[in-house]
């Protein structure tokens, strides 16, 4: 049973398509996250929901727009895709309000190429 | 604004020996959450282990503990009997005790175990 699952895996594309990723979480917490890891390994933060409510948003294109149907799904949409879009976009959960559990939980991650 | 350094880009260990890797952070709150996630070459994202700020005692999961050092804000990750399969990115992290849940990654030590 995956905790956090994220598809595509793999995702290889032309510039300025569109794309999606799709990502769930089976543990019933409240909050997920979109991070993106860039070439250089380096992991930042892009957007937070919190039952079904965008509470972070980081500085991101315009072109990028998550959508949060309910508090087990966060799915990511990229316009106009790039060549600097390039990157593996990890999805994570994790339980904020009334835990004492605060460690997140990462899904398998999407390797996205822009060609 | 909270950041966190992870000064060393590779380490490499022998086979069943003890290697220490160094985070420092920084922030002005008081509560707050550090974690250690490893990357193996999977790309999966795995908690290796977490410590609250509020703990005065380090915590330990199995072969991993933490030296925690709150008023220097260090918190290094020592892995004693270090196993082939322990060869992966490690990461340092931290999130506010706030209501985001927000991670903060350090820039990644790249770990190589020789056997």
């Known amino acids: 049973d995956t905790a956090v699952s994220q598809t595509p895996k793999y995702l290889v594309t032309q510039m300025g398509n569109d794309k999606s990723i799709k990502c769930e979480q089976n543990?019933?917490?409240?909050?997920m996250y979109w991070y993106k890891q860039d070439s250089k390994k380096f992991l930042k933060i892009m957007f937070s929901?919190?039952?079904?409510?965008?509470?972070i948003n980081e500085t991101v294109p315009n072109r990028f727009s998550p959508k949060s149907p309910d508090k087990a799904h966060l799915n990511l949409h990229i316009n106009s895709l790039e060549l600097g879009d390039s990157a593996v976009y990890f999805c994570a959960s994790s339980q904020v309000t009334y835990s004492t559990k605060s460690e997140a939980f990462f899904g398998q991650g999407t390797r996205l190429t822009v060609v | 604004a909270q950041t966190v350094t992870q000064s060393q880009p590779e380490m490499s260990v022998q086979e069943a020996e003890t290697v220490t890797l160094s985070c420092t952070y920084d922030t002005s709150e008081s509560d707050y959450y550090l974690f250690w996630y490893k990357q193996p070459p999977s790309r999966q994202m795995i908690l290796v282990i977490r410590?609250?700020?509020?703990?005065?005692q380090n915590a330990t999961e199995n072969r991993f503990s933490v030296n925690f050092q709150k008023a220097a804000k260090s918190f290094s990750l020592k892995i004693s009997d270090s196993q082939l399969g322990d060869a992966a990115m490690y990461f340092c992290a931290y999130r506010s005790s706030g209501n985001t849940g927000k991670l903060i990654f350090g820039q990644g030590t790249t770990l190589q175990v020789k056997p």
């Open positions: 410590q609250e700020a509020y703990k005065q």
């Open positions: 543990l019933g917490h409240d909050t």
């Open positions: 929901y919190n039952n079904k409510e965008l509470i």
